[in-house]
C-alpha cells in the first residue's frame, strides 16, 4: 500500500514524502499512529502543505535539540558485567540501563525508543545512535568491561595519577642538578609540594 507521511519515520522518509510500505506496517501502526494517511488523490492535494509546515517544524526541533545533541557525543558509558571467556556476557545491557545512564550523565530524559540499539551482549566497546530528531541523530559510546576488573575511565585516571607521582619524585631531583646555585650563594630549599599537584579531575 501506499502511504502519504504525516510525520518524520525515522529510516522512512520525512513528512510530505509517498512512500510504498506493507500493508500491516500501515494499516497496524503508521496509520493508527498519525505518521501517515492513505495516499489517495484527495491526500495528494496537501502533500506540499504538510511539507512545509514540517520542514518548519523541523528547524525549531533542530535548534531546540542541538545542546543536547552536544552533551550525548561527549559522554562515555560504562557497565561492568559478568561474562564468560569469550566476552559473552551472562544477560545484556539494556536500552533502560543505557537511558537511565544518560539521565544520570547529563540530566536529559530520553525514551527507550529513541535508542537505535539491540540489548548489548559482549565485552568491549558499542556505538549506539539516538535518535533526537530526524537529522539530528548522535552517537554514544558505551564501554562493557569484566566484572572485577578496573573500569576502563578509572584505570586512565590511575594511570594519569601514577604519572603525576613519578613527576613529582624527580622533580626535585632534577632542580639540584640544573639550578644548582654557585659555591658562594647559599643553595635555596626547593620546595615539591607546588609542583607536585594532580591537575583536576575533569
Given at each position: 500500500m501506499?502511504?502519504?507521511?504525516?510525520?518524520?519515520?525515522?529510516k522512512?522518509g520525512?513528512?510530505?514524502?509517498?512512500?510504498?510500505?506493507?500493508?500491516?506496517?500501515?494499516?497496524?501502526?503508521?496509520i493508527?499512529?498519525?505518521?501517515?494517511?492513505?495516499?489517495?488523490?484527495?491526500?495528494?492535494?496537501?502533500?506540499?502543505?504538510?511539507?512545509?509546515?514540517?520542514?518548519?517544524?523541523?528547524?525549531?526541533?533542530?535548534e531546540?535539540?542541538g545542546?543536547?545533541?552536544?552533551?550525548?557525543?561527549?559522554?562515555?558509558?560504562?557497565?561492568?558485567?559478568?561474562?564468560?571467556?569469550?566476552?559473552?556476557?551472562?544477560?545484556?545491557?539494556?536500552?533502560?540501563?543505557?537511558?537511565?545512564?544518560?539521565?544520570?550523565?547529563?540530566?536529559?530524559a530520553?525514551?527507550?525508543?529513541?535508542?537505535?540499539?539491540?540489548?548489548?551482549?559482549?565485552?568491549?566497546?558499542?556505538t549506539?545512535?539516538?535518535?533526537?530528531?530526524?537529522?539530528?541523530?548522535?552517537?554514544?559510546?558505551?564501554?562493557?568491561?569484566?566484572?572485577?576488573e578496573?573500569?576502563?575511565?578509572l584505570?586512565?585516571?590511575e594511570?594519569?595519577?601514577?604519572?603525576?607521582?613519578?613527576?613529582?619524585?624527580?622533580?626535585p631531583?632534577?632542580?639540584?642538578?640544573?639550578?644548582?646555585?654557585?659555591?658562594?650563594?647559599?643553595?635555596?630549599?626547593?620546595?615539591?609540594?607546588?609542583?607536585?599537584?594532580?591537575p583536576?579531575?575533569?
Open positions: 501506499k502511504v502519504l507521511l504525516i510525520k518524520d519515520v525515522y522512512l520525512r513528512a510530505g514524502d509517498v512512500k510504498k510500505v506493507a500493508d500491516g506496517y500501515g494499516r497496524n501502526f503508521l493508527p499512529q498519525g505518521m501517515a494517511m492513505l495516499a489517495t488523490s484527495g491526500a495528494m492535494k496537501t502533500a506540499e502543505r504538510i511539507r512545509a509546515k514540517a520542514a518548519e517544524r523541523r528547524t525549531i526541533l533542530n531546540e535539540m545542546v543536547v545533541a552536544e552533551a550525548l557525543t561527549k559522554i562515555q558509558l560504562s557497565f561492568g558485567a559478568r561474562a564468560g571467556e569469550t566476552g559473552k556476557l551472562y544477560g545484556s545491557i539494556t536500552s533502560q540501563e543505557i537511558v537511565n545512564a544518560i539521565r544520570e550523565k547529563t540530566g536529559y530520553i525514551k527507550r525508543q529513541q535508542l537505535d540499539m539491540q540489548p548489548l551482549r559482549t565485552l568491549g566497546e558499542h549506539i545512535h539516538v535518535r533526537l530528531t530526524m537529522d539530528l541523530i548522535p552517537e554514544i559510546k558505551v564501554t562493557i568491561y569484566r566484572e572485577g578496573a573500569e576502563p575511565e584505570a586512565v585516571e594511570a594519569a595519577e601514577k604519572q603525576v607521582a613519578e613527576a613529582a619524585v624527580n622533580e631531583q632534577a632542580a639540584s642538578v640544573l639550578e644548582e646555585p654557585p659555591a658562594e650563594e647559599a643553595p635555596e630549599e626547593v620546595s615539591s609540594s607546588s609542583e607536585s599537584e594532580s583536576a579531575e575533569a
